[in-house]
């Protein structure tokens, strides 16, 4: 029996068993295939999958400040602010302050922002229903408990790195100047 496998070159061969023992690839592969398959669904209702990580934490609890919706979102202050201007403008979200504090501008959902949840969700199920297709339930529960570990794993590596060696996350900003210079 003849299969793809078999038909692939010697030095394909040898790259891609290189790439199948390295788990962050797989990991991104994974993870890229997801991201694409939402935002294909996405974009039928003019979001991006970035406005998304921000509508599925406000859609949980609502009236974040920036900093609390950067750190729960896992991106940059910048990025979080540039976000949430766009989806300003797009009607999902308004700023406010709240009396007695000037300082803080509270992130809080219009009407049509929350009208999404019930469109999107359903969205983000499916995707993830795809994704697990053919697997069994101890597969998935297992899938999920590795990846829970490496992800605390990762947390926990770059918290001592960054103490230990006295090293930060590069801010958007610092990263972009290494391509312009």
């Not at 993870?31 to 949980?60: D, K």
């Not at 803080?104 to 019930?118: Q, S």
């Amino acid at each position: 029996m003849t299969t793809a496998a078999s038909k692939t070159p010697d030095t394909s061969h040898a790259e891609n068993q290189q790439h199948q023992d390295r788990l962050a690839h797989l990991v991104k592969n994974a993870w890229r295939a997801m991201v694409r398959a939402l935002q294909i669904r996405l974009i039928e209702h003019n979001v991006s999958f970035g406005h998304w990580s921000f509508l599925r934490i406000l859609w949980e609890k609502d009236g974040l400040t920036q900093r609390e919706l950067a750190d729960r979102s896992g991106m940059t202050t910048p990025t979080t602010f540039t976000a949430i201007n766009a989806m300003e403008t797009l009607g999902y979200v308004r700023r406010k302050q709240m009396n007695g504090n000037k300082k803080n501008v509270y992130i809080f959902l219009t009407p049509r922002g929350r009208k999404l949840e019930d469109k999107l969700q359903p969205l983000a199920e499916e995707i993830n229903a795809a994704a697990v297709e053919g697997l069994n339930e101890e597969d998935i529960q297992a899938a999920r408990l590795v990846l829970e570990q490496i992800a605390g794993n990762l947390v926990t590596y770059e918290q001592k790195l960054m103490q230990s060696e006295n090293l930060r996350v590069p801010s958007t900003r610092q990263l972009g100047k290494l391509y312009t210079s």
